[in-house]
Nanobody
């Protein structure tokens, strides 16, 4: 089993920045890729970004490219999502997820473990 705990959410004004963290514990060596997803009220959970533990390859949704950066610290078993130039439409609960296998990173059903989420609210 793998446990994921997100932190770093909060309230920020339009144009502001936040850094989310996802601390992984348990059998983290069994996971290959870490993803960030978000879910706004009344909407489906959507892919935001992903990073592969071993080689650090990243992937982003078009809506966040150039504004969000995903990174990992293997020694700390922690993944980060640096968000800048935030917009009201970025408001959502942000979830961290982990997958054991090689997967299409944008498909939420391919992930095996999920955190509880952290709220990000961007005021206009």
């Amino acid at each position: 089993q793998v446990q994921l705990v997100e932190s770093g959410g909060g309230l920020v004004q339009t144009g502001g920045s936040l850094r989310l963290s996802c601390a992984a514990s348990g059998r983290t060596s069994s996971t290959r890729v870490m993803g960030w997803f978000r879910q706004a009220p009344g909407k489906e959970r959507e892919f935001v970004a992903a990073v592969w533990w071993s080689i650090g390859t990243t992937s982003y949704a078009d809506s966040v490219k150039g504004r969000f950066t995903v990174s990992r610290d293997n020694a700390k078993n922690t993944v980060y999502l640096q968000m800048i130039s935030l917009k009201p439409e970025d408001t959502a609960v942000y979830y961290c997820a982990a997958a054991r296998n090689r997967i299409p990173v944008g498909v939420k059903s391919e992930y095996d473990y999920w955190g509880q989420g952290t709220q990000v609210t961007v005021s206009s």
